[in-house]
């Protein structure tokens, strides 16, 4: 196992460390996906696909709206677009819907990280020669225009001949690290995207596709959260924070002095506002888009009630059958917005939110 990786990951400084410890009490307070309405939360990740797409592929240079991206996914017609643009979008969305979908039974290895590329390309005819295979010939991280031209190199990457080796070291102790649990998951997450871009392993694609195995990666590891909030959309909106942590951190890696603050500071960023975004959803001001309207009506009279109250006194007050009522308290307990209060025949309850 190659402990330098252990090495970057043990110099985290302490605020980065707690910035983890606050994602993970956000991560506590989401309600699964099964404990809210799954057709609420089907028009989250369908909305989601579109968002990210459009704004993975915006950070790399398409110019593609999120309204042109739901255009091209409805199967209409964008002509004034590149035809590279729409069909990078078309990769990526596609992909990123397999990972939402099927995420408990995909391997994170080299042989999908390699799968995930082929599938990401698929549509582009000119990077057919390379796709799935890493790169052959030298590559340099670029920060890019809107039009897609470099603006700025940031580093230069792994020579290409040194890159199969690069990339099973940085798979196998990713996987080892996961399993001895010794490292905390974002952290590992966090080293191992950084850790892939400064590779920069495939000729072309290499943003899109960390970005792929992010979501992925937080899947997998109990952030259940992810299809619900774009991870992407909050990276663009801070694009030039994003290529300077990289650079940042980058330019100390195969050096004495590796440093993965700069990249972990941005990085826990982004995954805490993903999750405080997440919790939004199920806020108070959202709960309407939760519950069913027969559900609203029993929220709306808990609202009006400052004493405790019975499953009984609803009923009688809102005609709702009972069990239409215990669906909405069990959902509301689990929110923690309402609390239980004694058992049996005489358990009443009291909002607490």
Do not use: C
Request: proline share 3%; hydrophobic share 35%.
């Amino acid at each position: 196992m190659n402990y330098k990786f252990n090495k970057r990951i043990d110099r985290l400084p302490e605020n980065i460390r707690e910035k983890i410890n606050n994602i993970d009490l956000l991560k506590g307070k989401w309600i699964s996906g099964a404990e809210l309405d799954r057709q609420v939360l089907e028009g989250l990740k369908k909305s989601v696909l579109i968002t990210s797409a459009g704004a993975s592929t915006r950070i790399e240079g398409s110019s593609l709206s999120d309204d042109d991206v739901e255009r091209l996914m409805r199967g209409l017609s964008l002509q004034t677009f590149k035809d590279r643009d729409k069909q990078e979008v078309r990769g990526y969305f596609e992909i990123l819907d397999n990972v939402f979908s099927s995420y408990t039974t995909i391997p994170f290895s080299e042989s999908t990280i390699k799968f995930f590329h082929k599938e990401l390309l698929k549509y582009t005819d000119k990077d057919e020669r390379h796709r799935g295979e890493y790169k052959k010939t030298e590559n340099k991280v670029a920060m890019v225009s809107p039009t897609g031209e470099p603006i700025e190199i940031l580093f230069d990457t792994t020579e290409a001949w040194k890159t199969p080796k690069e990339m099973q070291e940085l798979v196998e102790w990713t996987q080892q690290a996961f399993l001895e649990k010794e490292i905390h998951p974002l952290a590992i997450i966090g080293n191992f995207v950084v850790e892939f871009l400064h590779i920069h392993p495939f000729e072309d694609g290499n943003g899109r596709l960390s970005r792929v195995l992010t979501n992925l990666l937080l899947l997998q590891h109990g952030y259940k959260y992810i299809p619900y909030v774009s991870h992407e959309k909050i990276v663009e909106e801070n694009k030039i924070d994003y290529y300077l942590a990289l650079r940042n951190s980058q330019k100390t890696f195969r050096s004495e002095a590796e440093d993965l603050s700069y990249w972990m500071t941005f990085f826990t960023h982004v995954l805490y506002t993903q999750a405080q975004q997440a919790l939004e959803l199920i806020s108070e001001t959202e709960v309407a888009k939760l519950l069913s309207p027969q559900q609203q009506r029993v929220w709306e009279y808990i609202l009006t009630q400052n004493n405790e109250f019975t499953p009984r006194e609803i009923e009688e007050l809102t005609k709702i059958p009972r069990p239409t009522i215990s669906q909405v308290l069990e959902k509301l307990l689990k929110l923690k917005w309402i609390e239980r209060r004694g058992l049996g025949r005489g358990t009443r309850y009291i909002r607490i939110k």
